[in-house]
């Protein structure tokens, strides 16, 4: 411990100079040789990989890929131009992760309860306060992102624009409610039409349910097994990660030059700062109007939501965020139901993240919106947003599919992904932490909430 202390602050020392000395030699006219310079910048950056060495964390790692793909993207773009092929492929992991995690989790939550009529009755106001919280998350993303305009004033080199798009049909409501529905499961999988996915799990789920306990069984331990074996599936892909995001950064800033990070942490800071503002404005307000303790509240969720941070990934905190959740005094049935539901129906910080992205790649492409064209977005992006599943950077599939549905090119997406285990660090936690709250409503509504073991919370017990 103290030797990686000893590291972290050896890099902060060393990033610190020569960002100083970089700025002295820029503004000052010093004009020192690129031979000295070079080895100056890969001076912290191999501080730092000596710390994600003794650090052994996939989230150090993710950080030191960041920094170690914008040099590279600097001094060798002729190489880094070639490197897009990396992240394409993480992408591709990514999406065969969804309809098997979706399943599994989903079926395994609703088939795992007797009272199909308390289901049925949690199951319709979850929902509603799902869309209700979810919709001011995404307009919330929409007014932050307009107000910033990040993504304009990029100069995108001419080669990054050409390319052949693919061809968009619009589409009415008639035709939006109608793709919520499948037709054919095995071709909804291959398509990757997540909400198609979510709607047959559930129905599935459902129907699990109410069979006899010797149809039942067999069939929940398959889904419970499959959710195991697909959370292990996920923490595989998730090593692929630091290649991934080294690869996108490296090739962003070859292609476009460190300009292009202005814009990006333009993006990142818009993130942040809106996902603030909406435990502040939403959250918070909800807390008080149903009389919860908040600090013990904040307690019972700093702990999973600090793991979701951390890793990236909302299914790391899930045992401890039920865990707690109980203690806090939420009933255990509804914690098992409403948890697993929200990872399809609930995720605030990606739905308002899906918003701010969709209006950056616009802006990034040079193309304007109008407002009513934004609404119609959201609106889509209310119906596709669902099927996330709290995946790690799933939203960028859905985020692709957007682009397609509204005519965007898709090369802005790649970009965000330099920076994108910033961003789904904050949202991931935003997601937890929303779906821990949105456990007090429905047991707070269901008149099952135990105000009093939220009062006197006692996380070290064991139950």
Same mark, same amino acid.
């Given at each position: ?5 000893? +590291? ?27 031979? +000295? ?19 052994? &964390? ?10 170690? !793909? ?5 001094? +060798? ?6 490197? /897009? ?40 106001? &979850? ?56 037709? /054919? ?15 047959? &799990?559930?129905?599935? !789920? ?68 809106? +996902? ?5 404005? *939403? ?46 005094? *939420? ?86 992904? !330099? ?30 909430? /135990? ?13």
């Amino acid at each position: 411990m103290p030797s990686q202390r000893r +590291l972290l602050l050896g890099f902060l020392i060393s990033f610190t100079f020569v960002i100083l000395f970089l700025l002295i030699n820029h503004y000052t006219g010093l004009n020192a040789p690129e031979a +000295l310079l070079i080895p100056l910048r890969w001076l912290p950056i191999a501080i730092f990989m000596l710390y994600a060495v003794k650090k052994k &964390s996939l989230t150090t790692w993710i950080f030191f890929s960041m920094l170690a !793909g914008v040099e590279f993207g600097y001094d +060798l773009p002729v190489v880094a131009k070639e490197m /897009n092929l990396v992240s394409q492929i993480f992408i591709h992991l990514v999406k065969t992760i969804i309809a098997p995690l979706l399943f599994g989790t989903l079926v395994t939550g609703i088939a795992g309860h007797a009272d199909l009529k308390q289901v049925g009755r949690m199951g319709w106001k &979850s929902l509603l306060y799902f869309e209700i919280v979810s919709t001011i998350a995404l307009f919330i993303g929409l007014l932050a992102i307009n107000i910033s305009g990040a993504g304009h004033g990029v100069i995108v080199p001419a080669a990054m624009t050409q390319g052949t798009l693919p061809e968009v049909h619009s589409q009415g409501w008639r035709d939006i409610v109608l793709h919520v529905f499948p037709e /054919n499961i095995a071709k909804s999988i291959a398509e990757g039409q997540v909400l198609q996915i979510v709607v047959f &799990s559930i129905l599935f !789920g459902i129907a699990v349910a109410m069979v006899k306990e010797q149809y039942r069984a067999p069939m929940l331990r398959f889904t419970g097994s499959l959710t195991a074996v697909m959370f292990k599936f996920t923490n595989m892909i998730m090593l692929f990660a630091p290649f991934a995001v080294f690869s996108a950064i490296a090739y962003s800033v070859g292609h476009m030059g460190l300009e292009v990070l202005l814009n990006l942490f333009q993006l990142l800071a818009t993130l942040y700062v809106s +996902l603030i503002a909406l435990m502040i404005l *939403v959250f918070l307000p909800i807390l008080v109007f149903l009389k919860i303790p908040i600090r013990n509240f904040i307690r019972a969720v700093s702990e999973p939501a600090t793991i979701a941070f951390a890793t990236t990934s909302s299914e790391s905190a899930l045992p401890r965020a039920i865990e707690n959740m109980e203690k806090f005094g *939420v009933p255990g049935k509804i914690v098992a139901f409403v948890i697993p539901t929200g990872y399809s129906f609930n995720l605030d910080g990606t739905t308002l993240y899906l918003a701010m992205a969709s209006i950056f790649v616009a802006n990034m492409a040079g193309v304007h919106l109008s407002f009513e064209t934004q609404i119609i977005m959201m609106v889509t992006l209310m119906l596709t947003s669902k099927g996330v599943a709290g995946v790690p950077r799933a939203s960028l599939v859905i985020l692709l599919g957007t682009a397609a549905s509204f005519g965007l090119p898709t090369w802005p997406i790649f970009i965000i992904l !330099g920076i994108d285990e910033l961003m789904d660090m904050a949202r991931t936690a935003t997601n937890v932490i929303g779906n821990c709250l949105a456990t007090v409503v429905i047991a707070r509504w269901e008149g099952e909430f /135990n105000l009093e073991k939220a009062k006197n919370l006692d996380l070290e017990s064991e139950e």
